[in-house]
């Protein structure tokens, strides 16, 4: 199958089954008594899905996915984002995609038989955990959680936050990025460790929420380590290389992330134009009000940018690499979140009340949307990163342009 042909199953897939079924995953999360694991029609999208062929598009395919390189997929990861159950619908969450390719890249015959087959297959979830809650997640360097070597084992102590999906009954495994060298060179401080989310001592506290919202079925919660032993062997790459391995996802990672702000956006543009196409306000329909042509016009043209950068950037990190490309992920990073909450915030202030309930995902989208100007990198960091790039690019021109002396 071509990748035009591709994108627009998934997009019939996504306009056909998966956003009618959002009302009715509303309802069965509502009504579930536990609201941490699949509900039923979600269950069964998956199932549809993966029979469909619809599955683990950026994979490789003796992985089960389609090997579709950074520039074709991007086009379909904004189509699954015109839901937020989108992306987990196809097995296309960017934690299973990033986390997956580590196990791929680095775990063992055995770790890679009993978790990253079920993986793979749908059948188990996983999580990253990195945060600490009174150590800033900007530099992950200076994070604190401590991991001690006793003979065979690692021995796990402390707290980590902010872990997307550990509260699924369908995870199965933690990835857990701590300390072990302590005293070292900042970025060989830390080593990624696969802890089993039955591990003994391994318990879950708080689960956050998003502007209100607690994000079942997955939810944020604190997991809490009281003398926690693995064996050394489920330790992801050598001693130290904790920090490395997370950076290595960051190109699909961050294609995929700024593409879903796009498809957000896209859906939250689709939801405003047959809104108020047939909203009365004052004996007139708000189209026919310049303001309304005004945002609708904006939000066309910062969705269409937006996506121009994202392919531009992922044809770049494709070509020349992740390395190559750094200042432009930074600027994808901090542009395409900026545009969805923009766009959306106009579709929400048209809806008026409705804007801001679940007869509309509006709200819903915002919210997410929002906490990805803070996760992986806030906008402030990326900005700074970009602005030093660019001095030295304009140093550099500045000396080549210099005329040789005389």
Same mark, same amino acid.
């Given at each position: 199958?071509?990748?035009?042909?591709?994108?627009?199953?998934?997009?019939?897939?996504? $306009?056909?089954?998966?956003?009618?079924?959002?009302?009715?995953?509303?309802?069965? @999360?509502?009504?579930?008594?536990?609201?941490?694991?699949?509900?039923?029609?979600?269950?069964?999208?998956?199932?549809?899905?993966?029979?469909?062929?619809?599955? /683990?598009?950026?994979?490789?395919?003796?992985?089960?996915?389609?090997?579709?390189? @950074?520039?074709?997929?991007?086009?379909?990861?904004?189509?699954?984002?015109?839901?937020?159950?989108?992306?987990?619908?196809?097995?296309?969450?960017?934690?299973?995609?990033?986390?997956?390719?580590?196990?791929?890249?680095?775990?063992?015959?055995?770790?890679?038989?009993?978790? *990253?087959?079920?993986?793979?297959?749908?059948?188990?979830?996983?999580?990253?955990? +990195?945060?600490?809650?009174?150590?800033?997640?900007?530099?992950?360097?200076?994070?604190?959680? %401590?991991?001690?070597?006793?003979?065979?084992?690692?021995?796990?102590?402390?707290?980590?936050?902010?872990?997307?999906?550990?509260?699924?009954?369908?995870?199965?495994? +933690?990835?857990? *990025?701590?300390?072990?060298? !302590?005293?070292?060179?900042?970025?060989?401080?830390?080593?990624?460790? *696969? $802890?089993? %989310?039955?591990?003994?001592?391994?318990?879950?506290?708080?689960?956050?929420? $998003?502007?209100?919202?607690?994000?079942?079925?997955?939810?944020?919660?604190?997991? +809490?380590?009281?003398?926690?032993?693995? !064996?050394?062997?489920?330790? @992801?790459?050598?001693?130290?290389?904790?920090?490395? *391995?997370?950076?290595?996802?960051?190109?699909?990672?961050?294609?995929?992330?700024?593409?879903?702000?796009?498809?957000?956006?896209?859906?939250?543009?689709?939801?405003?134009?047959?809104?108020?196409?047939?909203?009365?306000?004052?004996? &007139?329909?708000?189209?026919?009000?310049? $303001?309304?042509?005004?945002?609708?016009? &904006?939000? &066309?043209?910062?969705?269409?940018?937006?996506?121009?950068? /994202?392919?531009?950037?992922?044809?770049?990190?494709?070509?020349?690499?992740?390395?190559?490309?750094?200042?432009?992920? #930074?600027?994808?990073?901090?542009?395409?979140?900026?545009?969805?909450?923009?766009? +959306?915030?106009?579709?929400?202030?048209?809806?008026?009340?409705?804007?801001? #309930?679940?007869?509309?995902?509006?709200?819903?989208?915002?919210?997410?949307?929002?906490?990805?100007?803070?996760?992986?990198?806030?906008?402030?960091?990326?900005?700074?990163?970009?602005?030093?790039?660019? @001095?030295?690019?304009?140093?550099?021109?500045?000396?080549?342009?210099? !005329?040789?002396?005389?």
């Amino acid at each position: 199958m071509t990748t035009n042909a591709l994108v627009k199953e998934l997009e019939d897939f996504m $306009v056909s089954r998966v956003i009618p079924a959002e009302p009715t995953i509303h309802h069965q @999360l509502a009504a579930a008594k536990n609201r941490w694991t699949y509900p039923q029609v979600m269950r069964e999208l998956r199932a549809e899905a993966k029979a469909r062929g619809l599955w /683990l598009f950026p994979l490789p395919e003796r992985l089960g996915g389609k090997g579709l390189s @950074l520039t074709e997929y991007a086009p379909l990861a904004e189509r699954m984002n015109w839901s937020n159950y989108g992306p987990d619908i196809f097995n296309c969450y960017s934690g299973t995609i990033s986390n997956a390719t580590i196990l791929d890249q680095t775990a063992s015959a055995e770790l890679k038989d009993r978790y *990253l087959s079920r993986l793979l297959a749908g059948d188990a979830r996983s999580c990253i955990s +990195i945060t600490e809650r009174d150590v800033p997640s900007s530099d992950p360097t200076d994070l604190k959680f %401590a991991v001690t070597r006793n003979g065979d084992d690692y021995v796990l102590n402390g707290v980590k936050s902010w872990a997307t999906g550990a509260a699924m009954e369908e995870c199965e495994f +933690i990835l857990l *990025l701590g300390a072990t060298a !302590p005293e070292a060179a900042r970025h060989a401080r830390h080593s990624l460790i *696969l $802890v089993p %989310a039955n591990a003994p001592g391994l318990t879950k506290g708080r689960i956050e929420t $998003v502007m209100g919202f607690d994000d079942a079925p997955y939810g944020h919660c604190d997991l +809490i380590f009281d003398n926690v032993r693995v !064996p050394v062997t489920n330790r @992801l790459g050598n001693e130290g290389e904790g920090f490395a *391995l997370v950076q290595t996802t960051l190109g699909v990672g961050r294609i995929q992330l700024g593409m879903g702000c796009v498809g957000a956006a896209e859906r939250a543009l689709q939801e405003m134009c047959s809104w108020v196409e047939t909203r009365v306000i004052g004996g &007139r329909p708000l189209v026919e009000r310049g $303001v309304v042509m005004d945002a609708i016009a &904006r939000s &066309r043209i910062e969705i269409d940018q937006a996506r121009a950068f /994202l392919v531009y950037t992922a044809n770049l990190v494709q070509t020349q690499g992740i390395k190559a490309a750094r200042s432009e992920v #930074s600027q994808a990073k901090v542009l395409a979140p900026e545009m969805a909450v923009r766009v +959306i915030d106009r579709a929400m202030q048209f809806h008026g009340g409705a804007g801001f #309930s679940y007869d509309t995902p509006l709200a819903e989208m915002w919210a997410h949307q929002r906490t990805v100007r803070i996760g992986e990198g806030a906008d402030e960091v990326h900005r700074e990163l970009v602005g030093k790039f660019e @001095l030295t690019r304009q140093r550099a021109f500045r000396a080549a342009s210099k !005329p040789a002396a005389q």
